[in-house]
C-alpha cells in the first residue's frame, strides 16, 4: 500500500510538472534553486559514474573543497547556508540543544523544531527575498516549515520524509512555473546521509546509494528542462556535510571517566555537549581532560577560534570533541552506527559537495576552496536580494559567476588528490565510464548484436544438421533431430 501510495505522489507530480506552460524568458531576472543531498561527500562523484554531476560541472562550476561550519552536523549547517551565518552567529548550534535562559531543550525529530524562537536569532535568505517583494518555495529544507520572523516561505511543504524526491520537485517546478512564480527555491533529501550512517561510507553498498542520488538529479535536470526553466533556473547542488567510517573499537566510554551524576549530556556523538551539576565544573572537566588521547576536551571560552563555535548559550561549558572515527558514549550499550558526521570542519571527511550551473555561473569551472558562509552573499547577488549581515564574502566566490573577475584557463575538473590525515575517505578510482544516461545508439546496437547472433546461430546449426543427416530424404528432416541431440551430448 505504500509503494502505491508513494507512486501515486510521483505520478501526481510527474503529471503536475508535464503541465507546466513554458514561461516567457522575459519574466526571468536572476532565479535559482538550492538543492542540498544530505551527507552527499565531495568525493563521492569520483567513485562511481555520476552523468548528471559530470554534466553541471561541464555547463557550469565545482567547488573541490567546501569548508562547511563546525559543528558538522544537518541543522547547524543547513542554517548557515541560508543565512551565511556560523552556527553560534545563527543560534542552531547542534541537532539537539538546550537553552539555559529558554530553560527548554531542543530536538530536530521532536516538536521542539517547530518553535520560533529556536530559528529567530537569524533570517534565513526565504524570508529575505520575500522582504525584498519576491517569492520563495521550500520543499522540505531544515526549517523552511517553521514560523521565522513572523514569515513562512511563500510556498512550503510540511516537513514529510514519506514524500518522494519526485514529488518534492514536481512542487517545487509548479512554484517556479505557476502564475505568480517563485523566484528562490530550495529542495532538500534525506539521501545518502541515512546510508552513510547504516552503512559506512567505506561500504561497497553505498555506491548504489551515489548511483541513484545521480538518477535523482538527472530527473530534476529532466524536468526543468521540460518545464522550459533549465535555462533559466541557476541551480546549486550542494550538501551540509561529508561522513566517515567508524569502528566498534574507537569507543570512547565517558562512564570509564566520569560518574553520570556529575554532568547532563546534551546532543550526541562526536560532539557533545556537557553540563556539569551545580558545583562539579572542576571535576568533571579534570576528569575528562587527559581521560582518553581521542577525545578532544574544551572549555566554552577554549574551543578553538578557527570554529566561530563559542559565543551562543545554546554551547554548553564543556564541550567534548571525539577524534574523526571515535564515538563517545557513556557506555557501550547501543548499537553502533558504522558512519558518522560531526567532527572537525577542517577534515576533508567532513566537507561536502558543490556544484552550480545557469544563467549567473561560469562554465566548466573548477574552483579549489570556498567555505559554505560564502554561499549566502553569493546567493543574495544573484537573487537581487540585500543580504543581513553574514559571515561570508561576495568576493571569496565571485570568480563563480559568469561576470566575475577573469580567470585562468578553465581547468578540466578531475578527482583531488587523495585527504593526507587518516582514517581519511580514499577516493576510488573512476569505474569504467559506463554513462547512464538513456542512449538509442547502445540500444541500437545491442538489438543489431542480438539479431546478427541468432542469424549465424540459426544457420550454422542448420549447417550442421544438413551435414549429419546426408541420407535423409529432406521432407523426413525432423526424424534426425533426436539423433543429433544425441551426438551433441556426447
Ligand atoms: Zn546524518
Not at 551527507?39 to 548528471?52: A, E, K, M, N
Not at 541560508?82 to 545563527?90: F, K, R
Not at 561560469?362 to 579549489?368: F, H, L, P, T
Amino acid at each position: 500500500m505504500l509503494t502505491l501510495l508513494l507512486r501515486s505522489w510521483s505520478a501526481l507530480g510527474c503529471l503536475l510538472v508535464l503541465s507546466l506552460p513554458p514561461i516567457s524568458r522575459q519574466e526571468e531576472r536572476g532565479k535559482l534553486l538550492l538543492v542540498s543531498f544530505d551527507g552527499f561527500r565531495w568525493d563521492y562523484i569520483h567513485r562511481v559514474p555520476t552523468p548528471h554531476f559530470d554534466a553541471i560541472m561541464r555547463e557550469g562550476v565545482q567547488v573541490d573543497r567546501v569548508v562547511n561550519s563546525y559543528i558538522t552536523k544537518t541543522l547547524p549547517n543547513h542554517y548557515t547556508l541560508v543565512t551565511g551565518l556560523h552556527a553560534e552567529s545563527h543560534g542552531i548550534v547542534a541537532n539537539e540543544m538546550f537553552d539555559p535562559h529558554l530553560n527548554r531543550s531542543f530536538s530536530m525529530d521532536g516538536q521542539s523544531a517547530y518553535e520560533s524562537r529556536w530559528w529567530e536569532e537569524a533570517v534565513p535568505l526565504w524570508v529575505t527575498n520575500q522582504r525584498a517583494g519576491r517569492r520563495s518555495g521550500a520543499a522540505m529544507w531544515p526549517g523552511s516549515d517553521v514560523e521565522i520572523r513572523g514569515a513562512y516561505p511563500t510556498h512550503y511543504l510540511p516537513y514529510n520524509a514519506s514524500v518522494p524526491f519526485q514529488s518534492r520537485v514536481a512542487q517545487l517546478l509548479s512554484w517556479f512555473a505557476g502564475p505568480d512564480p517563485i523566484d528562490f527555491g530550495v529542495l532538500y533529501w534525506e539521501e545518502p546521509d541515512e546510508s552513510g550512517h547504516n552503512l559506512g561510507p567505506e561500504s561497497p553498498l553505498l555506491d548504489v546509494v551515489i548511483a541513484d542520488i545521480d538518477d535523482k538529479l538527472g530527473f530534476l535536470r529532466d524536468q526543468l528542462k521540460w518545464a522550459g526553466l533549465y535555462d533559466d533556473v541557476n541551480l546549486i547542488v550542494t550538501s551540509d556535510h561529508g561522513m566517515t567510517q567508524l569502528s566498534s573499537v574507537k569507543i570512547i566510554e565517558l562512564d570509564s571517566y566520569v560518574g553520570r551524576d556529575k554532568y547532563t549530556w546534551v546532543d550526541k556523538s562526536p560532539v557533545v555537549g556537557i553540563i556539569p551539576k551545580e558545583g562539579c565544573f572542576d571535576e568533571v572537566y579534570n576528569s575528562l581532560l587527559n581521560a582518553n588521547p581521542n577525545l578532544y576536551v574544551y572549555k566554552r571560552e577554549d574551543i578553538p577560534d578557527h570554529y566561530h563555535y563559542r559565543h551562543n548559550d545554546r554551547i554548553m561549558p564543556i564541550l567534548l570533541e571525539a577524534r574523526e572515527g571515535w564515538t563517545i558514549v557513556q557506555n557501550k550499550t547501543k548499537k553502533m552506527m558504522l558512519g558518522n558526521h560531526g567532527y572537525n570542519n577542517t577534515l576533508p571527511s567532513m566537507h561536502p559537495v558543490f556544484v552550480a550551473r545557469g544563467p549567473a555561473f561560469r562554465s566548466n569551472y573548477v574552483k579549489d576552496t570556498m567555505h559554505s558562509v560564502d554561499l549566502y552573499p553569493l546567493m543574495c547577488h544573484i537573487l537581487g536580494v540585500p543580504p543581513m549581515p553574514n559571515n561570508g564574502s561576495l568576493a571569496n566566490v565571485q570568480d563563480l559567476l559568469k561576470e566575475g573577475p577573469p580567470v585562468g584557463p578553465a581547468r578540466v575538473p578531475a578527482p583531488p588528490p587523495a585527504p593526507t590525515h587518516t582514517p581519511a575517505p580514499t577516493p576510488r578510482p573512476l569505474a569504467p565510464s559506463k554513462p547512464r544516461e538513456p542512449s538509442y545508439a547502445w540500444v541500437v546496437g545491442l538489438l543489431l548484436g542480438t539479431a546478427l547472433v541468432v542469424i549465424f546461430l540459426f544457420v550454422f546449426v542448420k549447417q550442421v544438421t544438413l551435414k549429419q543427416v546426408p541420407t535423409l530424404p529432406l521432407g523426413n528432416r525432423e526424424i534426425s533431430q533426436p539423433l543429433l541431440y544425441e551426438e551433441l551430448r556426447l
